[in-house]
């Protein structure tokens, strides 16, 4: 599977600095049935922020999974979140543009 056929059709997903919100993957597309879902998030360098923007952990239940909350996102800032996941036995992972606005 080809990086562009990773990306979140959503992308880029803007969200205001005082939202919290939750967001729901539906992983047909790849296979049904994830487990072991592990929502990251890395800001414009790469590095992993997840804990600063998160609260709680993702979960599946059928062909969804869905993050922990994620909030407290700086306006004007670019972020990127990445949802791994297994499925049949591999490792895959969908992954959006995340902007934090005001």
Not at 15 to 38: K, R
Not at 79 to 86: G, H, K, S, V
């Amino acid at each position: 599977m080809d990086a562009t056929s990773r990306r979140i059709i959503e992308s880029p997903i803007h969200q205001g600095e005082d939202e919290e919100i939750t967001y729901a993957l539906t992983t047909t597309p790849w296979e049904s049935d994830p487990s072991s879902p592990v929502v990251t998030i890395k800001d414009a360098d790469g590095e992993d922020v997840t804990a600063d923007y998160t609260d709680g952990s993702a979960s599946a239940s059928g062909d969804v999974i869905t993050t922990p909350t994620i909030l407290d996102l700086v306006a004007g800032t670019q972020y990127r979140l990445e949802i791994q996941f297994t499925v049949d036995g591999n490792v895959e992972e969908a992954w959006a543009d995340l902007r934090g606005e005001a």
